[in-house]
Every structure is written in C-alpha cells, then in structure tokens.
C-alpha cells in the first residue's frame, strides 16, 4: 500500500466524450496500471470513469479530485474520491497532485487543466486534444504511456 | 459608490510582457474605466499592472484576486486587493468574477483562465493572446473594449 | 477611492440571528463606515445583510466575499461581491481579508471565521458570540468598533 | 484496494503536541487501522505525524490532505499525499473528507477543522481538545475510536 512512491497520472478529459476518446482513456488507464501507477483525474464520467474503469480492470489505485462535496458523486471505479466542493476550480488541483497528465480529448474544462500542468511544470502528453506549445503529442494509448514514464 | 451595477472587465495577462502588450493592457484599462467598467485582474505586475495604471489614471475601481495571503503584494493601483492564498488556482476566481475576459498576451497562466472564462461563459476577447476558439481576436485595445461592452 | 489604505472590518455572524444580533450587526456596520472602513462580509443574509446595511446607510463601502459562484446571491448591500464557488471554504477567505474581525452571535460557520482570523493573527471582537480564548468581548457595537480601530 | 466503503476518520490537531496528546493520536491511528478505517489528515507533523504513524503500524492506509503545493511535504508515515496549496484554507476539505472527525488537543487551527465538520453534520470527537457544543468528549483513544464508529 505503498503509493506515495508510485507515478501518479492524471487522466484528463470531458465528462462527455466519444467511443475512440472513451476507448483510448480506458486504455491508459489500464496500461497505467499496469505499471504500477496510480491514476488521479477528476472523478466523475466520460473520460475520466473510462480511465478509471481501465485502471481498476488491472488492479490499479484511482483517486478522483471531485468539484462538488460528496465523496458519492464520483464514478464507481474511483477507490480514493476526494471532494473538494470548490467546483471547477479543482482542476488546478488535479494537475498539481499528478507527475504527469495525459489529455484525451476535451473541451475549456480539459485545456484549463492542461494549461495548470504546464504552469506546474509537468509533462503533459496528449490524445487528440488541445493543441498547444508543449504539449507532447501522442499516437496512440501505449505511446502516451510509454512517454508518461519515460524520465525526462 | 455602486460598483454593482458596473460591467467588471477581467484583464488578463502574464506578470512580464513586452512593451507592445503593456501599452495595450493600460490602453484597456483606461478604456475600461472611461466607460465605468470596473477592472478585475490578478493583482500582480506585468500586463495586470498596466490595465490597472490606466485605470486609476482614467479614475476607475480595479480589484486584484492575488495568488498570496498578504493584500499588500498587489501592485500600487489596485484599490480592492483579495487575498486568496491559493496561488493559481486563484486564476479559477479571477474568471469568475468578470462579466467579459479581455488577455492580452499571456503564457499558460493566461491560457488556464482563458480557459475558465470559456467554461463559465464569459465571453473572451484577446489581443495577440493564445488562439483558442471561442475566443474573439481584436485588432486592438479600443476594438477590445468596445467588444467587451457590446451586448451579446 | 482609495480602498487600499482603509481599514477592513470583517463582520462575521449567521445568516440567521435574533433581533439584537441584528441591530448589533447593523450598528457595527454604521461606525465602521462613519470611521471610513470598509465592511467585509460573507455576503448573505442576517448579520451579514445587517452589516452591510448599516454600513451602506452611512456611506461606506461593503465587500461580500460569497460561497457561490454567482455575484447576484450578495444581499442588495454589498458593493462589490466576490463570488468564489467554494461553499463554506471561503469562510477562510473572508478571514484573510479583514484587518480585525467583529463577530456578533453565530453559529458553527462564525465559529471556523473566529478560527482562521486567530490562525492568521487577526484581532477577534466579539458581540455576544463564542467564548474562545483571543476573542475580545465587547459590551455593545460601540465598545467593539472602537477597539476595532484602536492600534494594538 | 476497495478504499471507498471504508470509514473515513479524519484525525485533527496541532503540528506540535505534547507527549500524551502524541500518545493519544497514535493510539487513534493505530486502532482506525485495525478496525479498517482511513485515517485522513492535514498531513503535516505532530498530532498528524503521530496518527499516521500508528496507523501504518497497524497495516492501514492514510490521506494527508496538505497545506502545500508539494506532496513531498508530507509526514513519511502518509501513503497518499494531496497537495492543495491552499494553506490552512485546506482545513475545511479536512474535515469534507472525513465521516467522522476525532480532535486530539489542537489550537486555533483545529478549532477551524472543528467547526469544519459541525458545519457539514459531521460527528466530532474530543481528546482534550476544545469545549464547543457538539463536540462528544472522549476519555481515551479506545473511547474515541468506538464512538467514531458507532452509527448514530
């Protein structure tokens, strides 16, 4: 139960999204998981459940930093949800409280988190999302993965 | 004193910039408060600095949302200065308490309320700022604030 | 206009409260404003809409530091409302924000305030409210404007 | 790894303790653990630090919800870190995060977390803490930790 030395992913993206972003999210979070990272993300549906659904499959540890108060709002795969009640403006916390993110998709809510990671100064590695100056584009679920854990 | 019934111009932009966005920045301000708008922005130096100059030169109200705990960091023509203590997680609140957004220049600080702007609905209008769309380009400060009053 | 040099007076109370507690609240409001501070509040009802009230009457300027993410919950007198979004957490923020505090009646979300403003080595006056080691007791709204505005 | 059905006891109190108040907290810890409860905390020292410790010695897992925006601020003995940056403003998602909130000693600070968890229907236990209505009053660990997970 030693997490704290574990990389921490966060896994960005809409509460709504489409089936490739949905498979792609579920995909990271499965290959997180599989190397022994935990997935933080914002703990309610679409890309965020997708991620968390895939990280639980393979036994991972999810954590879901929620906008509203109730540890119950967030999606069933969450193990660790964290309410903060503060709405929208959570997502800062989510980027700050990941090693890496990994955008999947997305819309204003997915670039404010983007953008926070890249004020924090993390890697940010991205699946058909938001194109912006140092975010590092990936191909694929496995490639972003494999750029998540690569040191820099 | 009914600073309620006031539009609120969020001006947003980095905390260094060059002399071409500065010039803007207090160009806006000044505009801003010559239409009694009230200027809303970060507090700090830079581009916040300037739209908050040419506020007070022009005799309008400017409110600074500042990342620390001390009112006392706000640059020397904030009149209202709220500490939050949070650090960027503040730009979440700096969006929010603006009717329109107006960036001018910016990094990813910029970006992350850019960003919340969109998510509240708050219109957004840039001058040479991150192109993200939803947000209205302006040939410059006048044409931004006259876009910032313009009804929608 | 210049805010920035006048004292802040946090007034801080229920939404709720009994008579006395209100006039308490709203005579408090009126003698910090006469004195030329400013009035900063949680931005709701009860105390809070007393305080403002009083101030209001007498000339002086409100802040309402609000739990919601829309300005117009404020009561109709607060000049300038901070919306926040972050529910009771900006319980914290109103603390920070105030020179001293005035604490009149109250329940739990009052007794948080009379805590940070101790945390953050604000004076704490109180009118009839918790008796916690550090708060002052006033015997009227006189008595504790008056040690408010006293240098320590 | 199903954390979420766990009874979350958040364990409140100072960053500097005496011997018996330290004694108390581990002792807290270690019997949360024990009965298969989440020990959340501020994460820092002291009373936080003791609890956290005696936890892990009993195999359970702990929550350090923390001021900074570092997770590496944590005490060693607090699996998963949340940095919020938020200094003490971090008190009130403390006490949102917990089902039931133990205090062991404490100052003004855990005064805050107190009325934190009054405000949100939380139950609040006291070892030698402060004397606010609805605070239970516990005479030992032992008591406190069987009144936390006693239903209501």
Same mark, same amino acid.
């Given at each position: =139960?030693?997490?704290?030395?574990?990389? &921490?992913?966060?896994?960005?993206? *809409?509460?709504?999204?489409?089936?490739?972003?949905?498979?792609?999210?579920?995909? %990271?979070?499965?290959?997180?998981?599989? &190397?022994?990272? %935990?997935v933080?993300?914002?703990?309610?549906?679409?890309? =965020? /459940?997708?991620?968390?659904?895939?990280?639980?499959? @393979? *036994?991972? !540890?999810? %954590?879901?930093?929620? #906008?509203? $108060?109730? #540890?119950?709002?967030? $999606?069933?795969?969450?193990? !660790? #949800?964290?309410?903060?009640? =503060?709405?929208?403006?959570? $997502?800062?916390?989510?980027?700050? $409280?990941?090693?890496?993110l990994?955008?999947?998709?997305? /819309?204003?809510?997915? !670039?404010?988190?983007? @953008?926070?990671?890249?004020?924090?100064?993390?890697?940010?590695?991205?699946i058909?999302?938001?194109?912006? #100056?140092? %975010?590092?584009?990936?191909?694929? @679920?496995?490639?972003?993965? /494999?750029? @998540?854990?690569?040191?820099?």
């Open positions: =139960m030693d997490y704290r030395h574990r990389k &921490r992913i966060g896994v960005i993206g *809409g509460s709504r999204a489409g089936k490739d972003a949905l498979r792609a999210a579920e995909e %990271v979070g499965r290959l997180v998981a599989r &190397r022994g990272g %935990v933080v993300c914002g703990g309610l549906g679409g890309v =965020m /459940e997708a991620a968390s659904r895939g990280a639980k499959e @393979a *036994g991972g !540890l999810t %954590v879901g930093i929620l #906008p509203g $108060n109730r #540890p119950d709002e967030a $999606n069933p795969f969450i193990d !660790l #949800p964290l309410a903060t009640g =503060m709405g929208y403006t959570r $997502n800062s916390l989510v980027a700050m $409280n990941a090693d890496v990994i955008a999947v998709d997305g /819309e204003y809510g997915t !670039l404010s988190e983007i @953008a926070f990671g890249l004020v924090y100064g993390r890697r940010v590695v991205g058909g999302t938001w194109d912006i #100056p140092g %975010v590092e584009s990936a191909a694929s @679920a496995e490639d972003a993965v /494999e750029r @998540a854990f690569r040191e820099r």
